[in-house]
């Protein structure tokens, strides 16, 4: 006991310096409301999801994470200090994540797609859609490609401090107050538990963005129909844990005091349309609304259900308690979801989520109009 003391003093002496290093952020955080709900926000880019959590009253942001996921990490470390530049939210640090998942590789998947059929959505990896597709096809970007950034590039830095250990050393200077809102691929949230296993029993809760139940579509125009095809003939499979199948294994069996599990499933009856754009846009303020009216329609709602939930979560209209995990074994389902009801669970340390199965679409699009409205 006496040795694993001394490891977590030297631990956190270290995670002390790495806040030196970080610069004047640390300092504009602890001038914030100490009755403001805490987050983290962990993801591949900078998004509605983004502009929600940071726009809505009652909110500290104390840092936004990187991951690759639909776009390196790198790539969207950039986007997001670009996106809080526009904000004027360079108070809120970026630190940058992990640049790969764990296991999965692109040329495992290449592999894996030539056993088993062609995924929908490869992220990062992808080049071309399967087949014909409204929503525009991703350009192809190398690790470290920081060129074309939508926004320009940014001015300002990410912090030297990794992701894992930036989230490692809030929720001990936080003890029980921050909430992770996870929404990508969770290669982060691995590390930083296998580097500190009281990191996860530290936070106030994980609410993420990932899985698969049984989704059916629910609109009827052109996106929502193809959109179906990534669930259609594969119910479990979805993107943000197929990418990194191994590390949201790891996350669904740490010691969350509670996790909040936003699958694919309530995302079929949303989506970005040009309408919800508009008026998000015309609520913002000038430079917000910019961003907001340059985003592509068509998309369903995912992360933005997170965040929402989060912060209302009354929207909610049908979930389940469920033990969840996720298939790592390589084979044809690799990274698809795997659930219980309590007396059936395997015993392997899967905890127990809450699983938002379904959403009401108008008090989601009504909330994400309010909290992105200029103050």
Do not use: C
């Amino acid at each position: 006991m006496k040795s694993r003391h001394s490891l977590i003093r030297a631990v956190s002496s270290l995670l002390l310096a790495a806040a030196v290093l970080a610069g004047p952020h640390a300092r504009a955080q602890a001038e914030k409301s100490p009755a403001a709900e805490k987050i983290i926000i962990d993801d591949e880019g900078f998004s509605l999801m983004h502009m929600m959590l940071l726009n809505a009253p009652g909110v500290e942001v104390l840092g936004v994470t990187s991951v690759s996921g639909n776009l390196w990490s790198p790539r969207g470390a950039a986007m997001q200090l670009r996106g809080l530049e526009v904000m004027g939210r360079t108070d809120v640090p970026v630190a940058q994540g992990a640049v790969y998942p764990l296991v999965n590789t692109e040329k495992g998947t290449e592999r894996w797609e030539a056993l088993y059929g062609k995924l929908t959505w490869k992220g990062a990896w992808m080049k071309q859609w399967a087949e014909p597709t409204q929503q525009s096809t991703p350009p192809y970007y190398g690790p470290n490609d920081l060129t074309d950034l939508p926004w320009g590039a940014p001015t300002t830095k990410a912090s030297p401090e990794m992701a894992a250990l930036f989230m490692i050393r809030m929720v001990h200077q936080y003890p029980g107050q921050i909430t992770i809102v996870e929404g990508g691929p969770m290669t982060n949230l691995a590390l930083a538990q296998r580097l500190d296993p009281e990191f996860a029993g530290l936070a106030k809760g994980l609410v993420y963005m990932g899985g698969s139940f049984n989704p059916h579509r629910v609109l009827d125009d052109r996106s929502a129909v193809e959109f179906a095809r990534e669930f259609a003939n594969s119910p479990r499979r979805e993107f943000n844990i197929r990418f990194d199948p191994e590390a949201a294994s790891i996350v669904s069996r740490a010691p969350w005091k509670k996790i909040t599990v936003v699958p694919a499933d309530p995302s079929t009856a949303t989506q970005l349309s040009r309408k919800l754009l508009d008026r998000a846009a015309k609520a913002a303020s000038p430079a917000l609304g910019k961003l907001i009216a340059g985003l592509e329609p068509g998309f369903p709602l995912w992360d933005e259900i997170a965040a929402a939930v989060f912060l209302d979560p009354a929207i909610v209209t049908g979930k389940e308690d469920l033990y969840v995990d996720y298939d790592t074994q390589f084979g044809a389902a690799y990274g698809d979801t795997l659930s219980w009801r309590e007396h059936y669970q395997p015993g392997l340390g899967e905890v127990k989520a809450s699983v938002v199965l379904s959403v009401d679409p108008r008090k989601l699009e009504d909330l994400i109009v309010r909290v992105v409205a200029a103050k």
